[in-house]
């Protein structure tokens, strides 16, 4: 979904949002506001998603699935309904996603330039 003029609501429809790859277990659109952006994402049973840090506030919520997801060295089990608080910088990721895969929703603030790019080249032909 394109970003707009600062300050317009946006209606977006998750069906209709392009479909992008940032890694190869994760599948994930994104709609972009002017200061924060939502990812709604599936990731693939039984794969997982390297440790990593990054400057952004994030919060990650399962809404089906599981996953254990590791925080600055600390393991959290989630399941459909956890979620977790993550500060910028510090070390995470998702080290084990359960036979069922895992489907997410992560919010970021501020945006994720690379994550923009990845949806602004998949929308250049609209």
Known sequence: MATETAHTPQLFRVASIPVVHPLPPLTA???????????????EPDASLPLHSHPHEQITYVTAGSVHFQVDGVG?????????????????GAV???????????????????????????????
Do not use: K, N
């Open 29 to 43: 659109q994104f709609v972009v506001g002017e200061h924060l952006m939502t990812m709604f994402g599936r990731i």
């Open 76 to 92: 959290h089990d989630l399941v459909t309904g956890d979620g977790l608080v993550i500060p910028g910088g510090i070390t995470h």
């Open 96 to 126: 084990q996603v359960g036979p069922e895969g895992c489907d997410i929703i992560e919010i970021f603030t501020p945006l994720r330039a690379e994550y923009v790019a990845l949806m602004q080249a998949a929308t250049a032909g609209d």
